[in-house]
């Protein structure tokens, strides 16, 4: 905030509505973050979005009271900010941007949390180097504008790209770690089961307490006090119960996550690449060849799957991608890319100034998971996998 | 049956003529079938670009790596890169089905202003009285007199098509 206040005066208003989104923005999270989210989307909750979740409790819960004692429509503002509604101003760029202060916040924790040492990033220098520039927006072919936004000074040119990479190289090592994505799959089935045997009426296949919290949620999904009621505590209070249940999916599934018996991993994709490409070229052909491969390959999975369905998922299915710069949703656009500031004056990005950035390719997982144990399953995929490489 | 709606986003193109312009008309097109029940394989949430489907996205995406859809990507005039979709057999799409003329009539519009009609019209079904207003306030930047007039025009446009479910009188 005072790279802002140094650039653009001081705003003490938008100031405090930038600094309580940033605190605020991910308060809508569900347990497992993420995993959550997933089981939201398959059974269409809501209220599993944390985006949403998010925007209804500043504006309208407990926090939203707190938040209006700093003025009426104090709330709403830090919800319009945090959705990137309203007006575009550079305190915008605090809370969403390539260098917003979640991004460099959960680089620096995550890399702690995980006891990683590998993605650290020169803060000090890269603050003391951030600038601000006008860059062009737009939705498809069309230009609405520019927004004001951070950009780097040319002196943090390799501590950007110190940054770039150590963002990249956290999604192979801990967030789309193997074990991470497979623990993830296994919790995601087992709440879609939940939620599922309860709103068909058969809580006592469950073995949950009729007042639990995910009976509670279950059954009124969109209601805002069920939702908040979970977090990660409750479902791990719930594993030993659901280890007793007598649904076959619910009590493996529970054991499985409790006691650390997750399922085994086959990355399709360096299966793949090693037969398509042995010595990874990379030509284009060739990263063509493998990402078709792939995703057939997960399709005939899913559809053995299905074919094949029983009372217990016997394959997993994962599949996923991390471009060098984190990207939105939108057009792609400058607002996407780290751009740097030329001794000229003109904004470039900084792939056109760093090889090593230049040189990288988006990074894609193609897994899927299957119990230890079950080894008829593996030769289905091998198979799978070896019929379609052909 | 594959948790990737491959034939869903292809049939979108293909009942759009054939070729779709932009990840967000490809959006928009898919929002408005859903809404007037012309489609009914994508769930929409609210973004600060208007109502996006990740399903939709992650399908278009998976479909140009095999094939079945073609992605073109080009620079913009403005700095960023756009998508352009096309997949074969629009020539022999029924041209009198509602779904082909609600697709076709809004992929013809500018994005901009498709964006903020599919964004009004989002905004009435989650209860918001003055869906207009709210559009305007919500996206200041894209919201000029001229393009909010033609998004509403274009809206009345669509609405003289015969859906299974109507657009919202907004």
């Known amino acids: 905030m005072k790279i802002v206040q140094q650039k653009e005066g001081s705003n003490e208003s938008r100031e405090k509505i930038a600094l309580a989104a940033a605190m605020v923005h991910d308060v809508g ?68 941007s390539q260098f917003d202060a979640d991004r460099l916040d959960y680089m620096r924790r995550d890399r702690m949390m995980t006891g990683s040492q590998h993605s650290a990033i020169d803060l000090t220098w890269l603050l003391a180097n951030l600038e601000i520039g006008d860059v062009p927006v737009g939705v498809d072919e069309a230009q609405v504008g520019t927004v004001p936004t951070f950009v780097i000074g040319p002196k943090a040119i390799q501590a950007a790209e110190a940054y770039v990479m150590g963002l990249f190289q956290l999604y192979p090592t801990i967030y789309f770690h193997k074990a991470t994505r497979g623990a993830e799959k296994v919790f995601a089935e087992l709440l879609v089961r939940i939620v599922e045997l309860i709103q068909e009426g058969s809580l006592a296949r469950v073995g949950l307490p009729e007042n639990h919290p995910l009976v509670k949620f279950s059954r009124n999904p969109e209601t805002i006090d069920t939702a908040l009621a979970l977090d990660d505590t409750v479902v791990w209070g719930a594993l030993p119960l659901l280890q007793e249940s007598s649904d076959p999916l619910l009590a493996e599934f529970s054991d499985r996550l409790l006691n650390r018996k997750l399922f085994k991993c086959i990355d399709i994709r360096t299966r793949v690449t090693h037969k398509i490409d042995p010595k990874n070229t990379r030509a284009e052909q060739a990263v063509d060849k493998i990402d078709r491969c792939c995703v057939n390959v997960i399709i005939k999975l899913q559809e053995w799957e299905q074919a094949n369905k029983g009372d217990v998922p016997r394959l997993l299915t994962d599949q996923a991608e991390r471009k060098p710069y984190k990207a939105g949703g939108g057009t792609s656009g400058p607002t996407e890319q780290i751009n740097v500031r030329t001794d000229g004056g003109a904004l470039i990005d900084l792939k056109q100034r760093s090889e090593v950035v230049s040189a990288l390719s988006v990074f894609k997982l193609t897994r899927v998971y299957h119990s230890r144990k079950d080894t008829a399953v593996v030769t289905v995929i091998n198979e799978i996998i070896d019929g379609e490489v052909k | 049956m594959s948790s990737f709606l491959i034939d869903e986003v292809t049939g979108i193109v293909r009942d759009a003529g054939g070729s779709v312009v932009g990840r967000t008309r490809l959006q928009k097109v898919a929002y408005l079938l859903t809404v007037t029940g012309l489609e009914n394989n994508f769930q929409f949430s609210y973004k600060h670009y208007g109502p996006f489907s990740e399903q939709l996205a992650s399908s278009a995406h998976l479909a140009s790596l095999i094939g079945k859809l073609r992605e073109r990507q080009d620079q913009t005039a403005w700095g960023g890169t756009y998508s352009t979709y096309t997949v074969d057999g629009a020539d022999v799409i029924d041209h009198s089905s509602v779904r082909v003329r609600l697709a076709s009539e809004a992929v013809k519009a500018d994005s901009i202003e498709l964006e903020l009609a599919a964004t009004a019209v989002f905004l009435f079904f989650d209860g918001y009285a003055n869906p207009w207003e709210e559009t305007a306030r919500r996206k200041f930047e894209k919201s000029t007199p001229q393009r909010l007039a033609n998004a509403q025009a274009l809206l009345n446009k669509l609405k003289q098509i015969d859906v299974p479910k109507p657009l919202p009188q907004i």
């Open chain 1, 29 to 96: 999270h569900g347990p497992f973050s993420h995993a959550f989210e997933t089981v939201g989307k398959r059974l269409g909750l809501k209220l599993a979005d944390h985006e949403k979740m998010s925007d209804m409790l500043i504006r309208d819960g407990e926090l939203a009271d707190i938040l209006k004692e700093m003025g009426s429509g104090f709330a709403n503002d830090v919800a319009d900010m945090i959705k990137k509604d309203g007006k575009q101003t550079l305190h915008n760029a605090v809370v969403s």
